[in-house]
């Protein structure tokens, strides 16, 4: 399996940025697949941003323009950059880590709150 550890979540101002990291261990080599998911209360789980091992990348159309999924292969990381934040992107964010033998793990989750 796969151990995820997510960081840089937080409060910050409307028009604010921040930074998740998610950093993997273990079975690096089973991923074929990174991504960002949000939850926000009282709604389902929906896809941020995804990332191949290729460094192809998809995006919810919610946060195309604002938001940029990286990843540094030596550090076995995956960045969330995100910037513009509104309101409306107040969740709490996961990592996912989806590949070969049945491999989907996910990490504990980072809560981002946007507010003034």
């Known amino acids: 399996q796969v151990h995820l550890v997510e960081s840089g979540g937080g409060l910050v101002q409307p028009g604010g940025s921040l930074r998740l990291s998610c950093a993997a261990s273990g079975m690096i080599f089973s991923i074929n697949v990174m991504g960002w998911y949000r939850q926000a209360p009282g709604k389902e789980r929906e896809l941020v941003a995804t990332?191949?091992?290729?460094?192809?990348?998809t995006y919810a159309d919610s946060v195309k323009g604002r938001f940029t999924i990286s990843r540094d292969k030596a550090k076995n990381t995956v960045y969330l950059q995100m910037n513009s934040l509104k309101p409306e992107d107040t969740a709490v964010y996961y990592c996912n880590a989806y590949g070969n033998y049945g491999l989907n793990s996910w990490g504990q989750g980072t809560q981002v709150t946007v507010s003034s």
């Open positions: 990332i191949t091992t290729s460094y192809s990348t």
